[in-house]
C-alpha cells in the first residue's frame, strides 16, 4: 500500500441489514486502511457528504434492499456534484449480474456480492487505489 487510504462504508436507503458492511470494514481496517462507517439508512447526500469531510479516497456501498439502481447512481451525481468525481466507488450486496453494466456506466468500479473473498475485496481496493496515487504523482 503506497499510502494510507482512507475509505467510507456506507448503508444508502433503508435497508437495516449491516452485517456485511461491518465485515468489511473490518477487512479494510485490519489490512492498513483507514475507515469510517456511516451507518445505517443514509441519504445519497449525507454519504456524499461524509466523504467530502473524511477527505475519502474510496466510498463502499452496501446495498441488499434491490434499490442499487436508484440510490448509487445518486450517489455518484452526489459526489461528482461536491467535485469528488475522482473518488473510488464500489459496492456490495445483491445487485445482479445484469445491472452491473449500467452501474459501471453511473461510476461504480467494482460490484462485490455476498461471499466474495475478503482478501480478494482487499486486494482489488488496494491494487486499484494504488493504481490512482501513482498515476496522480506522475501527473504532477
Do not use: N
Not at 120 to 129: F, G, K, M, R
Request: no cysteine; charged share 25%; proline share 4%.
Amino acid at each position: 500500500m503506497l499510502r494510507r487510504y482512507r475509505v467510507v462504508i456506507a448503508k444508502p436507503g433503508l435497508d437495516g441489514h449491516d452485517r456485511g458492511a461491518k465485515v468489511i470494514a473490518r477487512a479494510l481496517r485490519d489490512a492498513g486502511f483507514e475507515v469510517v462507517y456511516t451507518g445505517l439508512f443514509q441519504t445519497a447526500e449525507l454519504v456524499a457528504e461524509a466523504a467530502l469531510q473524511e477527505d475519502a479516497d474510496a466510498v463502499g456501498l452496501s446495498v441488499l434492499s434491490g434499490a442499487h439502481m436508484t440510490l448509487i447512481p445518486k450517489i455518484v451525481d452526489e459526489l461528482r456534484a461536491r467535485d469528488l468525481g475522482d473518488v473510488l466507488v464500489f459496492a456490495g450486496g445483491i445487485i445482479p449480474e445484469e445491472d452491473r453494466p449500467a452501474l459501471a456506466a453511473a461510476g461504480v468500479a467494482a460490484v462485490f456480492t455476498p461471499g466474495a473473498p475478503l482478501g480478494e475485496i482487499v486486494d482489488w481496493l488496494e491494487t486499484t487505489l494504488d493504481s490512482q496515487t501513482s498515476l496522480e504523482r506522475t501527473q504532477e
